[in-house]
């Protein structure tokens, strides 16, 4: 077969416009990923109330890991394969690594609350979901080093980036991107989990104007817990 007939396989996102494509969809994706995450943690604290010490801290350490994730994801946007790839792998394990955590830890809140709040269905579900995700990152881990370093123990004509079949460590890079887009897969899958339990709570944000202009100092309102003042009598 021609050289030029060879199938050529490129990173996803690299280049303009795609990339900035790429970036925008990581972006959007990952403030509604922080929302999810910020309801959940809200949800599990209101029905917790304090009451289980290990579930409230279990659900604080979730949400420091989830946002850590969300970091990893915004650096991936930011820094494309193509780019600076040192930045890239940084932000992509860390978001893998970091996002396996929020949903086993989260998986764990569940099983606390079983039975009282729900099912041991929902509880299953979510730890396959976590098994699938932490194989997937496994197999990532494994074959994406020993793939990369031998495609790059070659001599190529082309750019780096465009790999051809046939070539050196190349069937080992397409299963770890098959591996890397599972896990993204499976784990956003996840989030969908929460869909049953956010149907059934009603999330208010509350606007309470301590003033009606700019320049009034802002007066503190009362409530039953402060003393009324002589003169608000």
């Given at each position: 077969m021609n050289k030029e007939n060879t199938n050529i396989v490129s990173e996803a996102g690299t280049d303009p416009p795609q990339s900035g494509i790429f970036s925008i969809c990581l972006f959007c994706s990952g403030n509604l990923g922080l929302i999810t995450m910020v309801v959940r943690y809200m949800y599990v604290n209101e029905l917790n109330k304090g009451r289980h010490k290990k579930i409230q801290v279990i659900n604080q350490i979730s949400l420091f890991c989830g946002f850590t994730a969300i970091g990893g994801m915004m650096v991936v946007a930011v820094y494309p394969m193509s780019t600076v790839s040192l930045a890239h792998d940084v932000g992509a394990y860390t978001l893998f690594i970091l996002g396996l955590t929020y949903a086993s830890l989260q998986t764990l809140v569940t099983y606390y609350l079983y039975p009282s709040y729900n099912g041991l269905t929902i509880c299953r579900f979510r730890l396959t979901i976590v098994l699938l995700c932490l194989i997937s990152l496994v197999t990532m881990a494994i074959?994406?080093?020993?793939s990369h370093a031998e495609f790059k123990s070659g001599n190529?004509?082309?750019?780096?980036?465009?790999k051809q079949l046939g070539e050196r460590g190349f069937r080992g890079l397409v299963a770890s991107s098959t591996a890397e887009w599972t896990l993204a897969l499976i784990f956003i899958t996840f989030f969908f989990t929460y869909i049953r339990e956010f149907q059934a709570i009603l999330f208010?944000?509350?606007i309470c104007p301590l003033g009606?202009?700019?320049?009034?100092?802002?007066?503190?309102?009362?409530n039953e817990r402060q003393p009324l003042l002589n003169e608000q009598v």
């Open positions: 074959i994406y080093p020993v190529y004509n082309h750019p780096r980036r465009l208010q944000v509350k009606y202009h700019i320049d009034e100092v802002a007066i503190k309102q009362a």
